[in-house]
């Protein structure tokens, strides 16, 4: 009887307490979030900020030595808002010295996407012939223009720095690209084209891309448009780039990037390029085929850098490593994104088609360090949470491979002769954003399989298929870090390296 008393009460209370604080959501306050983030998913060697929301990399270039990385930054809060381009430096693209801010958003609106560039010969009149400008040349995004749904309300600006990048003047007479009437005119990529004797610039233009060119970086004159009707659709037209490159036979392609968000081929954001040929005004593209530098979900708005020396001569890259669809709800709270490694971009052929590839920059070789690989029943033990796995001498075209942990958070990935997959959907925390949880699939046209590295960082997965023929780039986040890994199907040579962390003293 007693017992029966002392349950019914007890159950009363149980029920009390359910009705006075159940039904709340258990609300944390961002303090609390950044407490309960510790770092934990703190990427180890890629760049993110030191705090608050990034998104696009921006205005990057490389002057005396220096690589600089501008990006889409809002120092107040852990989304998106008000936009401003932080700023870091690098000797190697890897370890990073962040700078202050170096665009802050004045009466034109906000500072969004954009480029920099070296006038050599202070063609624009902002520095002089001995110490050349850097000049950015970005969006003006003004938001009350905006919300009241003008069309007009984004405009080409410059801002110029004589000191290497470190502080800004804003151009006296921004803009000097006004819009005429298209609600999205924006991301403006500008290269001094030698062979064009001026400038190019690529505009982002709602569904097409439309080029510029000037002799100054401020008279722009329209050239021509590229776009409607070809490509991928799906969603507004984003961060183009253009470039030339040469295979190792000498064969030249023009490549122009333009990122799309949404119509990805994972769902959301994701970057499609075109090979072609450009001739100072028009870009003509070889085939309507529409090709994407990253089969993955989590590479959007990446660009190259300007200014790389002619002795150097590579064409190099980084994209904001995460997707709008999840971007702002990804659980990071002091900070939140990161940017993808550097890649070198090569223009190959595989049987008759040509591809763009994305290789790991070399410079990442000096922050690995072999390991001996230790296997036990059930798989090969990670030395690490920062690992890099490469896998050669294939026996045949398949491999089934999967990464977990103790608590059974798994990523499953496949390499066949028919597609590349990545299944992400019991990876960790999985169930903060819109699609998230998903496997992720692509065909492909994989002729041979020599060789796959797989980059493991904190809260993200990076796959090179021989060197970056095909990439998936993959943002997860486990409770706690991966420690094994299996070969479930095909055999290939397991090698291991330790990846330093690009935050340590070198
Ligand atoms: C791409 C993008 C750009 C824009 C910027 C705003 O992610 O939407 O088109 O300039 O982000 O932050």
Not at 63 to 84: A, I, R, T
Not at 119 to 129: A, F, I, K, P, V
Not at 221 to 245: A, M, N, R, Y
Not at 327 to 346: D, F, N
Request: charged residues 25%; negative net charge; aromatic residues 14%.
């Amino acid at each position: 009887m007693i017992i029966k008393i002392y349950s019914t009460l007890r159950f009363i209370v149980i029920v009390t307490l359910v009705m006075v604080f159940g039904c709340q959501p258990a609300q944390k306050t961002t303090e609390e979030n950044k407490a309960l983030d510790e770092e934990k998913y703190r990427p180890q060697f890629h760049f993110s900020p030191e705090e608050n929301w990034m998104n696009d990399p921006n205005g990057m270039v490389y002057y005396e030595g220096e690589y600089h990385l501008f990006y889409q930054y809002y120092p107040d809060s852990n989304v998106w808002g008000p936009m401003h381009w932080g700023h870091a430096v690098s000797t190697d693209m890897m370890n990073w010295e962040h700078l202050p801010i170096a665009l802050y958003p004045d009466e034109l609106g906000y500072i969004f996407s954009g480029s920099a560039v070296i006038d050599w010969n202070n063609t624009s009149g902002l520095g002089t012939e001995d110490n050349p400008p850097m000049v950015a040349i970005f969006t003006y995004h003004d938001p009350v223009g905006a919300d009241k749904k003008s069309l007009d309300h984004q405009n080409q600006g410059i801002a110029y720095s004589l000191d290497k990048g470190r502080t800004w003047t804003k151009y006296d007479n921004n803009p000097v690209l006004v819009n005429p009437g298209i609600t999205d005119f924006r991301d403006p990529k500008v290269s001094w084209m030698e062979e064009f004797d001026g400038w190019v610039m690529a505009l982002a233009v709602k569904d097409h891309i439309e080029f510029y060119t000037s002799d100054d970086l401020i008279e722009w004159t329209k050239e021509s448009e590229f776009g409607q009707g070809i490509g991928g659709h799906g969603g507004v037209w984003e961060c183009p780039d253009l470039f030339k490159l040469k295979t190792e036979d000498g064969e030249e392609r023009w490549v122009l990037f333009v990122s799309i968000n949404p119509g990805g081929p994972q769902g959301g954001s994701a970057t499609q390029y075109f090979l072609g040929e450009f001739d100072g005004s028009n870009f003509v593209p070889q085939d309507s085929v529409t090709r994407w530098i990253d089969l993955g979900a989590d590479n959007y708005a990446g660009v190259t850098w300007s200014d790389i020396p002619a002795e150097d001569g590579r064409q190099l890259f980084l994209g904001w490593m995460s997707n709008w669809d999840y971007g702002q709800e990804v659980p990071t709270y002091k900070w939140r994104s990161a940017m993808t490694l550097p890649r070198e971009l090569i223009l190959t052929k595989i049987g008759e088609e040509l591809i763009l590839q994305s290789k790991p920059v070399e410079e990442i070789k000096s922050y690995l360090t072999a390991v001996e690989t230790t296997s036990e029943e059930d798989g090969y033990v990670l030395p690490d949470e920062l690992v890099m796995i490469e896998l050669n001498g294939f026996d045949a075209m398949n491999l089934k491979a999967s990464l977990s942990n103790e608590k059974g958070e798994k990523v499953g990935f496949t390499i066949s002769p028919e597609s590349i997959a990545f299944d992400r959907s019991s990876s960790g925390q999985t169930d903060f954003g819109k699609g998230f949880a998903a496997m992720h699939s692509y065909e492909n046209f994989l002729e041979d399989l020599r060789k796959v590295q797989i980059y493991i960082d904190r809260a993200s997965i990076e796959i090179f298929i021989n060197d970056g023929e095909f990439v998936m780039t993959e943002l997860v986040f486990p409770t706690q870090p991966y420690s094994k890994f299996v070969i479930s199907s095909g055999n290939a040579e397991v090698k291991m390296a330790k990846v330093s962390s690009i935050w340590d003293e070198k």
